[in-house]
Every structure is written in C-alpha cells, then in structure tokens.
C-alpha cells in the first residue's frame, strides 16, 4: 500500500458504527481510508442477510483503498494467495497475536483475533493509524510501536 500522511486503516466494525449512524460518513472526507480483503470477508459473512446487504452497501460507499494484508495466513480469507504479503519472518505477528489474547482473556475466537491482528499489523507496517472500536486491539497496536484510536475521533 502506498502511504500518506492523514492515512487510516479501518477496523470491521467502523462500517458497523457507520450502518448504526453512530457515525457519520461525512467524517471520513479528505482522509485516505485503508482496507485490507480481510474486512470485506468478515462484512460479507455477516449471517442476517438483510444486515449483510447493508454492511457491504456501506463498504462500498466509504470506498476505501484495498491493499495486501502484511502476513499471509492460510486459514483466513483475505490474506491468502494474492491478498497478502508472505510473513517477514519477524514473528510480530505472533507477538501480538498472544498481546491481544492476554487482554481479551479468551473472550474472542481464535480465528478473529489473527484477523484482527492482520488488519493491525497491515496499518503499523504501512505506518498509518488503525480505526477500530476494539479498545484491546488499540492497545496492541500502541504497545508495538503503532497509532490507534477510535472511530469517533477520527
């Protein structure tokens, strides 16, 4: 991904508070926004259909810029062959990885928190700031040397 300054990596669950309106499109205006495949993955398999419809209507009207993830993964749509980088080999991703897991005290799946961690890791390694509601997720992304904030500051 080509990196400018005022650009943001945005979380799943921004397009979320955008579909609820606690959020408004408007915010985004003049800002560079940042997607990986990952979050289109997780929209399009949100289960009530009617909600899905909409997710994905609201990705589409943000239109963020797709980009590789930073470390491909084999289980996770979005960051497979051709959607992302081969991992550099570096093991930040298994550090923070086992970061979240620590403060989510396994309150999440597995699965979602290395797809979050790939969408965190894609916005350090890209040097723009994450947009996410994940408080722990913010939390990882400062504590390794990235910018976090939520999406009612942006």
């Known amino acids: ?9 945005l979380d ?3 397009f979320d508070r955008v579909l609820d309106g ?3 499109i408007s915010s985004f205006g003049g800002h560079r926004l940042l997607v990986t ?9 949100t289960t009530d259909d009617v909600r899905r419809t909409a997710l994905l209507a609201t990705f589409e009207a943000i239109s963020p810029e797709v980009g590789l993830a930073s470390s491909f993964a ?3 749509e979005g960051a ?6 081969w991992n550099d080999g570096s093991e930040k991703f298994e550090k923070m990885r086992k970061r979240l897991r620590e403060l989510d005290r396994n309150n999440k799946k597995p699965l979602n928190q290395e797809r979050d961690i790939l969408i965190a890791e894609t916005a350090i390694k890209n ?4 947009v996410s509601d994940d408080r722990n997720l ?3 992304v400062s504590e390794f040397g990235g910018c976090a904030i939520g999406s009612r500051k942006l």
């Open 127 to 130: 040097g723009v700031t994450l």
């Open 22 to 24: 606690e959020i408004s």
């Open 74 to 76: 084999f289980d996770i």
């Open 1 to 9: 991904m080509n990196t400018s300054a005022q650009a943001y990596m």
């Open 37 to 45: 495949d990952i979050q289109r993955d997780e929209l399009s398999k």
């Open 138 to 140: 913010r939390q990882v």
């Open 12 to 14: 799943t669950n921004v």
């Open 80 to 85: 497979g062959f051709d959607q992302a980088y």
